[in-house]
């Protein structure tokens, strides 16, 4: 059964894909199967999420199509974030920002570091501040002191990727990982706490013998995890736990990480809400994390509140003509009623 409806509840990072689509010349990975628009919606609508953030795959490159025809699916409920080159022209960010893009995305895992103080780097980041974006970064924890500093001298917003990549070897103790933890001074960074598996091995995921062994239900969505998935609830607790005290959940994000790609006999899609409620125990703080934060930042609207607002409207507008309408029949020359 269905948990609750879960009221405003955003889901800010997953993908959809499917075979046949034209990939980048230069990638890490090709999936063999589909990521859906359908099952993903399916998926918001089974485990209480009003609203999702689709990212672009870095397997599709600068080719943000499928993103687009995706959003226009589902405008009220979706938002996107598009990968760019530095030389897209004014037309096409537009026209990405009609279809509900709200960001561009650096995925530089495997790839060299940008030369973003470059004339046309700049021009970009000066176009993306204007449209009211945010950049956000997936690279190891180690370059983020590589990146993170043009981006800020810019005046940018950056959401920065899957706990900041700490090295799996190091964890919290990873110096890029200290070196996210102080950007929060800035008041210019978010962190999204999501796809811990990529950053901790199964076996600090706690308990990976236990992994047949039945879990708690979630409080976010009332089910347990499947048989299988490793806890990472455990793994991801402290660098959530820093992560909370350097940013408060004003500067923290949820994500699946839907479809888990190359990690998929890792994850679930209930998994991955039950571990944000071991990252963070404080209920009101994860409603933060699950709506506040995510709402402002991806320009995302309570349908609740837009439906009122929407009603308000036509109301006030209805009695305003109502009004009128009185007034001219008042004001009619030669009216003997």
């Excluded at 537009?94 to 790839?111: K, M």
């Excluded at 060299?112 to 993306?128: C, K, S």
């Excluded at 299988?228 to 402290?238: E, F, M, T």
Aim: charge should be neutral; aromatic fraction near 6%; glycine fraction near 8%.
């Amino acid at each position: 059964m269905p948990p609750p409806p879960l009221g405003v509840a955003v889901d800010t990072h997953a993908h959809v894909f499917r075979q046949g689509l034209a990939l980048a010349d230069t990638r890490r990975h090709t999936p063999d199967y589909d990521a859906t628009l359908e099952q993903y919606l399916a998926l918001l609508d089974a485990y209480g999420m009003s609203h999702g953030v689709l990212v672009q795959p870095s397997f599709l490159g600068t080719d943000n199509s499928h993103l687009v025809q995706a959003l226009r699916a589902a405008p009220q409920r979706l938002r996107g974030v598009a990968v760019v080159s530095p030389e897209a022209s004014d037309a096409q960010l537009q026209a990405l920002a009609n279809a509900g893009v709200v960001g561009i995305r650096l995925n530089l895992i495997g790839l060299p570091t940008p030369e973003l103080q470059t004339p046309h780097w700049q021009a970009l980041l000066a176009r993306v501040n204007g449209l009211g974006w945010h950049i956000e970064v997936h690279v190891q924890a180690g370059r983020l002191g590589d990146v993170l500093p043009a981006l800020l001298a810019a005046g940018c917003r950056v959401v920065v990727d899957h706990f900041g990549r700490p090295d799996p070897a190091l964890g919290v103790s990873d110096p890029g990982f200290a070196y996210l933890l102080q950007q929060a001074k800035s008041g210019q960074v978010w962190v999204k706490l999501s796809a811990p598996y990529r950053n901790w091995p199964v076996a600090d995921s706690a308990d990976r013998a236990d992994a047949n062994a039945p879990t708690a239900p979630s409080a976010l969505t009332g089910l347990a995890l499947r048989p299988g998935i490793p806890d990472y609830g455990v793994a991801g607790r402290q660098a959530a736990q820093l992560l909370l005290a350097a940013y408060t959940a004003k500067r923290l994000l949820w994500g699946s990480d839907w479809p888990h790609t190359e990690h998929r006999h890792l994850a679930s899609y209930p998994a991955a809400t039950q571990w944000l409620d071991a990252w963070i125990d404080d209920a009101t703080q994860r409603r933060i994390v699950l709506a506040d934060t995510p709402m402002q930042l991806f320009k995302i609207q309570d349908r609740t509140q837009s439906q009122t607002q929407s009603q308000t409207q036509a109301q006030t507008q209805g009695q305003s003509q109502g009004e009128t309408q009185n007034q001219n029949q008042i004001h009619l020359p030669g009216d003997k009623s």
